[in-house]
């Protein structure tokens, strides 16, 4: 069920009924000359959507400007920074909760997401109005993942690319798929991260001239089929427990036995 489509007494009913909200979000951002700026959110949007609809949830609108800046490089590229993206997540989520939803699913698909989300879940929990969590997409199915692509690539490499000629086949640049992989980065192994010890790289154009990762060449529709499914299931599987779950053991455990030998 899309909440945008309904309309308010038919959420009342939902409401009466759920507690569970999935939110998609995703970035705008440089992937590469083969795939669109849209990537990320299309895939997330995707996922939300069609889980929503499998297990009778609500879906949400999707956020599709995510914290970015790594990408600022590269034209078109849209970013908000770290605590903008923060509060406006967690700032919408309590609003959610104002309505009676108390379990959400940030439904992710842009690794520059992951640990704000994660924060944002953290706080939502600690004061105990709702249980959050950062769900990314391959991260749920990643023995298929590897199974299904040999030089992977974690930015707009060949699991990306597969997904987008599943969804939206006819925003992928075919022609410009080997172009992708010769100018950027087909084996991560090959990188060159480190300097002594340390991580020293801030943004994706000090590790990838085109912007992108792994070899895009080996991604095909069918086997974006195969990971939507997979990852569809796993995100169906997700919501269902969420469900299932008592709140209060959502919640965070109490101290263990707060001043030892005050009781006695
Ligand atoms: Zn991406």
């Not at 309309?7 to 939902?14: F, I, S, V």
């Not at 569970?20 to 700026?37: D, K």
């Not at 640990?115 to 023995?143: C, K, T, Y």
């Amino acid at each position: 069920m899309y909440l945008a489509d309904q309309t308010w007494p038919e959420l009342g009913d939902y409401v009466a009924e759920e507690s569970v909200a999935v939110v998609p979000l995703g970035s705008t951002e440089q992937h590469g000359p083969h795939l669109p700026l849209a990537t990320d959110h299309l895939i997330a949007e995707g996922l939300a959507r069609e889980a929503a609809e499998r297990a009778g949830y609500l879906c949400t609108p999707t956020v599709n400007v995510g914290v970015s800046p790594h990408h600022k490089q590269f034209h078109g590229t849209m970013w908000v920074d770290p605590p903008a993206f923060r509060d406006y997540v967690e700032s919408f989520s309590r609003n959610l909760t104002y309505h009676g939803v108390d379990r959400i699913v940030y439904v992710n698909a842009h690794g520059g997401n992951m640990e704000h989300l994660r924060e944002v879940g953290r706080r939502l929990r600690e004061d105990e109005v709702a249980f959050a969590v950062e769900w990314m997409w391959d991260e749920s199915i990643p023995d298929l993942v590897d199974e299904v692509f040999e030089r992977n690539g974690p930015h707009g490499g060949p699991k990306e690319t597969a997904m987008i000629q599943h969804l939206a086949p006819e925003l992928v640049r075919e022609k410009k798929l080997a172009e992708a992989r010769d100018t950027g980065l087909p084996d991560i192994a090959d990188g060159d991260f480190r300097v002594h010890g340390a991580r020293n790289f801030y943004d994706a154009i000090d590790n990838t001239e085109n912007g992108v990762l792994g070899d895009q060449t080996d991604a095909t529709a069918e086997k974006g089929e195969r990971l939507f499914e997979a990852a569809t299931d796993q995100l169906v599987a997700l919501l269902e427990w969420l469900d299932d779950s008592r709140f209060e053991d959502l919640m965070a455990k109490p101290h263990v036995d707060p001043q030892p030998g005050s009781r006695r």
